[in-house]
């Protein structure tokens, strides 16, 4: 497992290469759910999403050799932006491989930025065509399961418990878990005394069935939440949650869906189901923790378009 130091030696390493994101008090969103509200900004970096900080940690780490040779990753829409983009900034070749279910947007903008794209049928196969490609010799940029990586990602939380005002309660999305392990490194050093809970989509919930079986297992995709949907998590990941996360709370698309309206409306942010299944989930906490909470939610992406998000809250009967 990785410790406070390698948090803050990724800080160090990727300053000046993505944004330190602003973390607000959310009137709005406070009103909403009847508590103190403070939000971490994630999706105002220039990538849309967190990635940028595991995807940067990594590639700056490169040798020379493996910079030459190029990196490849795997991803639902928001690694695949982040890698391509900061590939391109830092002049390494690229390329990202997404399942056809990915956003096209995702898909446009990673290739926009340089790197070649390549499309699988599902998930599955395409952590199977990266894996082909690193025993080919390109560097596997993994979106979680990756001691550097999760470092990088750990860097939110390094901001959330600087800058943040007192907390007790801290909610992030889990997708393959990267995210949730390095800010609840960072938060568990700096922070110790806050509640840590990650959030699932049903149909996206590998981190929660890992910790119902004991151990990574792999998991059936059905959630719209492409971001959010990594076939099992990693015994890295899985160690780091089932070690410093206080549980991890799975919401249905629906809610998540409905999240990104309201998220709209009460915080004035454009988010993503990833991040819109915060909301849920923090009534959800509330609900278990009593009278007293003051939340912190790492909204974590915006990479939707108005149209995803229309023909979602149309499907689900939703205004």
Not at 94 to 107: D, E, G, I, K, L
Not at 186 to 204: K, N, Q
Not at 248 to 256: K, M, Q
Request: hydrophobic share 50%; with cysteine.
């Amino acid at each position: 497992m990785i410790g406070i130091s390698d948090v803050a030696a990724a800080a160090e390493l990727i300053a000046g290469h993505v944004v330190r994101t602003p973390t607000v008090p959310s009137p709005g969103l406070s009103d909403l759910l009847g508590v103190p509200v403070t939000a971490k900004l994630e999706l105002l970096q220039r990538t849309g999403s967190f990635k940028a900080r595991g995807a940067t940690a990594k590639l700056l780490s490169l040798s020379d050799a493996q910079r030459a040779a190029g990196v490849v990753a795997v991803s639902g829409g928001n690694h695949g932006i982040a890698l391509a983009m900061t590939a391109a900034a830092l002049d390494v070749k690229a390329t990202v491989v997404m399942p056809r279910s990915a956003p096209a947007r995702a898909v446009g903008i990673a290739r926009d930025a340089g790197a070649s794209v390549r499309l699988t049928d599902d998930m599955d196969g395409a952590f199977s065509l990266v894996t082909r490609m690193r025993d080919e010799g390109l560097t596997l940029v993994h979106p979680f399961d990756d001691p550097l990586v999760i470092a990088g990602q750990g860097t939110v939380g390094l901001e959330l418990a600087d800058d943040a005002g007192d907390l007790t309660d801290v909610l992030v999305s889990v997708g393959g878990g990267g995210l949730v392990a390095g800010v609840a490194v960072a938060l568990r050093a700096r922070r110790p005394d806050v509640r840590i809970w990650g959030v699932e989509t049903e149909g996206a919930q590998a981190m929660s069935e890992a910790l119902a079986a004991g151990g990574p297992v792999p998991v059936a995709l059905s959630s719209i939440v492409s971001t959010l949907s990594a076939p099992s998590v990693s015994q890295l990941t899985y160690d780091h949650v089932s070690a410093l996360v206080d549980d991890v709370l799975v919401v249905p698309d629906r809610e998540a869906v409905q999240g990104v309206l309201d998220l709209a409306e009460h915080a004035k942010v454009w988010t993503e189901p990833a991040a819109g299944c915060l909301l849920p989930a923090a009534r959800r906490v509330l609900t278990r923790v009593g009278g007293g909470a003051r939340l912190g939610l790492v909204v974590c992406g915006g990479n939707a378009t108005t149209g995803d998000v229309l023909r979602w809250a149309a499907d689900f009967g939703l205004r």
